[in-house]
């Protein structure tokens, strides 16, 4: 079994920061990727950032040149460095991670935390 705990959601007035930190346990074996993905009220969910074990970084355009994806390969832990938010920014954001356990290789949510940009 594996466990994604997110953490560093909140308020935040436009054009602040904030940092989401998403870290993985139990049974690893290998992290193929983990990444980022956002919904806001009313909108499916979109893929924010993801990160490769090999280090291939995607963003959404979005976020491109604000938004910032990194991995601890020795804490299993993805961050994810948002500058220069915006009030579409606002959104519950979701870790994922593609992780071969003891047992099998899967897809892993976390249980989201809120991010609200607002004045």
């Known amino acids: 079994q594996v466990q994604l705990v997110e953490s560093g959601g909140g308020l935040v007035q436009p054009g602040g920061s904030l940092r989401l930190s998403c870290a993985a346990s139990g049974s690893i074996f290998v992290i193929y990727a983990m990444g980022w993905y956002r919904q806001a009220p009313g909108s499916q969910r979109e893929l924010v950032a993801t990160i490769t074990s090999r280090g291939i970084i995607d963003y959404a355009d979005s976020v491109k040149g604000r938004f910032t994806i990194s991995f601890d390969n020795g804490k299993n832990t993805v961050y994810l460095q948002m500058n220069s938010l915006k009030p579409e920014d606002t959104a519950v954001y979701s870790c994922?991670?593609?992780?071969?356990?003891?047992?099998?290789?899967?897809?892993?949510w976390g249980q989201g935390t809120q991010v609200t940009v607002s004045s």
């Open positions: 994922n991670a593609d992780v071969k356990s003891s047992r099998l290789r899967a897809d892993y």
